[in-house]
Every structure is written in structure tokens, then in C-alpha cells.
């Protein structure tokens, strides 16, 4: 893959923004290989994402930040810009439902996921095999004898240790505490069943399919502290037919959970993510 600089945007909408940045881009004689830009008519804000190809500009990204920044204060600028040959680090949690945590594990392992993977913390310790199967070093958290305080300081640490510039739970099934929630906000992402909040508690897929439901899905989102309730990154869903048991709905449903926090994470790592208040923009 060729190396990039992603230029990410979100601020006022405003007369002359797109003209300040596309002169900016073009004395700076940058190949744009990639546009996206979006307007909320109902707040006024602008989005842009660009994807300059890194090869096209004689400077260092640290002096493209440097030179940018006084087109960003003037139009008060949320922004950054990302090297693509730079990658983030994932940590991953999980519990001992593992088809969502093998199936990144995969992504990352066949080149589709481009990141990092310093560690998996699980509250299980069955799922150490597939952490010694791919190399990555396994942390086993104990949440039934010890409280859960102390359970989750202890994920807090490995995080920090980690250095983790995202942390994918990979249907890991702890509630992550208020605090937490704020330290990792927009950088913590996680996956639930459609479900919710018609069919919560146990067996979801069960009382789903007592109730003839016809539709399941997925949706993969950011952490807040409204459990469940984050901005969400992707969705993904799945007709269900009379015929489908309820094995077939949980098998289906994972299929749907798999897929929709893949996406959700590539988009993260591909910086193609604006969070604007309970809402996101997604350049996908």
C-alpha cells in the first residue's frame, strides 16, 4: 500500500474553507488521492477527510502541521493529520465468546487490518490458545474473585502499558466503568446484538425467535458511559426466515456481529471517523 497523509476536518461551516484548504494542498503540490466532504444542514458543521499521497510533498508530516495550523485557527478547526505507514496499536478484550475476537485476529493476520495487536486481555483463561497461536502476548483479568474495582484497574493498567491507541472489545462482556468510559472516549469501541433494547438479558437470539422476529442485525459503536448507547461507527443486518431456528439465528447473528465491528474498526484505523456529538460521520 502506498504511504498517505490523511488530513481530517471537522469545523463551522463557513464561505472559503474548501478553497483555503485545496490552496494549501496545491502549493504544497499534493496529489489528492482520495475527497470526502459533508455538510450537517442541521448543526452548520463541515466535515472533510482528505488522502494526500505522501510521496507528493516535500516535507516531513511534523512541518505540514506546523504549516496548516494558521488556516486552522482562522476557521476554528477540529483536525489532524495521520501517517498511514504509522500504525495504532489495538488492544483487544474479550470473554469466552471468541468468533469476534478470531475473526479480527485474522483481518490483522492476513494484511486486511492494518495495526498493531500488542496484547489480548480476556476474563476468561480458555481464550489464551488463540493469543499463543498467533504470538501476542495473553493477560487473563480474574472478575469472579476479586472485585470488580480492582478486575478493572488492572485492565486500566495494561492499557496504559500498552500504550493503546485503541481498545476493541471483542464481545467482551463487562461493563466498562463511567471512568474508564471518559479516559477511552473515542478510542474504545465495542459491538452488541440489534436487539437491544426490545429483547435485553439472557438469550436474546431465544426470545427473538419466540417472538418471529423476521430481522437481526448488529451494530458496532464507540464506548460511553449509556451502555450501549455511543455513536455509532456501522451496522449490519440480516433477513430471517420461518424456517431459521434459533441455532440459525445465533449463527447468522454472528455473522452480523463479525462483520459490522471489522468494518467498524478498519474505518477507525483508516481515520474515515468523525464523532460529532452522539453522532458520527464515516467517509467510508
Known amino acids: 500500500m502506498q504511504q498517505t497523509f490523511r488530513l481530517v476536518i471537522d469545523c463551522p461551516d463557513q464561505v472559503g474553507l474548501v478553497a483555503a484548504v485545496s490552496q494549501f494542498l496545491a502549493e504544497q503540490n499534493a496529489t489528492i488521492v482520495e475527497a470526502n466532504h459533508h455538510t450537517d444542514q ?28 494558521p488556516i486552522a485557527e482562522k476557521f476554528q478547526m477540529n483536525w489532524k493529520i495521520a501517517d498511514s505507514n504509522v500504525k495504532q496499536k489495538v488492544v483487544m478484550l474479550a470473554s469466552h465468546e471468541s468468533h469476534c475476537l478470531m475473526d479480527i485476529l485474522h483481518r490483522w493476520h492476513s494484511g486486511e487490518l492494518i495495526c498493531d495487536i500488542p496484547c489480548i486481555i480476556a476474563n476468561h483463561p480458555q481464550m489464551k490458545q488463540f493469543a499463543d497461536w498467533h504470538n501476542i502476548p495473553f493477560h487473563w483479568v480474574d472478575f469472579k474473585d476479586q472485585p470488580k474495582e480492582q478486575a478493572f484497574a488492572e485492565v486500566e493498567r495494561l492499557i496504559e502499558a500498552y500504550d493503546a491507541d485503541l481498545t476493541v472489545l471483542a464481545r467482551f462482556m463487562q461493563i466498562i466503568p463511567d471512568h474508564l468510559c471518559k479516559k477511552l472516549a473515542g478510542k474504545a469501541i465495542n459491538i452488541h446484538h440489534s436487539f437491544l433494547p426490545s429483547f435485553a438479558g439472557a438469550k436474546p437470539y431465544l426470545q427473538a425467535y419466540n417472538r418471529g422476529v423476521k430481522l437481526i442485525g448488529a451494530t458496532c459503536h464507540y464506548v460511553t458511559s449509556d451502555l450501549d448507547e455511543g455513536p455509532i461507527i456501522e451496522q449490519e443486518v440480516m433477513r430471517i426466515s420461518h424456517s431459521d431456528t434459533s441455532a440459525d439465528m445465533v449463527r447468522k447473528g454472528k455473522n452480523c456481529e463479525k462483520t459490522a465491528l471489522a468494518n467498524g474498526v478498519r474505518y477507525h484505523l483508516e481515520d474515515r471517523v468523525i464523532i460529532h456529538k452522539n453522532k458520527t460521520v464515516v467517509f467510508a
Request: aromatic share 10%; glycine share 4%; no cysteine.
Open 42 to 69: 442541521q448543526t452548520g458543521r463541515f466535515f472533510m477527510r482528505h488522502e494526500i499521497k505522501a510521496e507528493s510533498i516535500n516535507m516531513s508530516i511534523d512541518s505540514v502541521k506546523q504549516a496548516f495550523e
